[in-house]
């Protein structure tokens, strides 16, 4: 069974960094497109980062130049480091996996890690 347990949230001040971990079983990273999600209170879902099979990236406007997605497949375990926190940036913020040719359905999610960024 294919698991996403993401880690490394917690507190931090306006301008500060936080490294994110998302733990991945299986050979899921190398086999599925990679992306974090987040969810703020009374907010849609947002796309934070993608990161595809193939090492294509991409990013929301809001994080870009900010934020950086990547994946070490030996480690089995896809990151976000995330630089110059702001306070709109306090979200849950989830792992996401998504094979290709397959529905929505079949996507898995992690149970999410809370950011919060505050003085």
């Known amino acids: 069974q294919v698991q996403l347990v993401e880690s490394g949230g917690g507190l931090v001040q306006p301008g500060g960094s936080l490294r994110l971990s998302c733990a991945a079983s299986g050979s899921i990273l190398s086999i599925a497109n990679m992306a974090w999600y987040r969810q703020a209170p009374g907010k849609e879902r947002e796309l934070v980062a993608t990161i595809t099979i193939t090492g294509n990236i991409d990013y929301a406007d809001s994080v870009k130049g900010r934020f950086t997605i990547s994946r070490d497949n030996a480690k089995k375990t896809l990151y976000l480091q995330m630089n110059r926190l702001k306070p709109e940036d306090t979200a849950v913020y989830y792992c996401?996996?998504?094979?290709?040719?397959?529905?929505?359905?079949?996507?898995?999610w992690g149970l999410g890690t809370q950011v919060t960024v505050s003085s």
């Open positions: 996401h996996a998504k094979r290709p040719l397959l529905p929505a359905a079949y996507d898995y």
